[in-house]
């Protein structure tokens, strides 16, 4: 088998492994928006329970840092 055969073969490979990556990542974007659907139809608010996720992924000292930034433009605006 020439080089130029191999490589093609890895390729494709390569494309049919992002392809087939790509079809789960799919899946469980539907599995997700599934859950926020049931989340709603419970009576809960999507968009906080999105924001909690995206908090609880953050460390607990940059958390802590941006909320007290927040804070801050918060009352500097007179918004608290």
Do not use: C, W
Request: aromatic share 4%; glycine share 4%.
């Amino acid at each position: 088998m020439s080089e130029r055969n191999v490589a093609a073969d890895q390729l494709r490979l390569f494309i049919e492994r992002i392809e087939r990556l790509e079809e789960e990542k799919k899946g469980l974007g539907d599995d997700i928006r599934d859950v926020y659907l049931e989340l709603k139809s419970n009576g809960y608010d999507i968009k906080i329970t999105k924001q909690i996720v995206r908090l609880r992924k953050m460390q607990p000292h940059d958390r802590q840092e941006m909320e007290a930034i927040l804070q801050t433009y918060l009352s500097a605006l007179g918004m608290d």
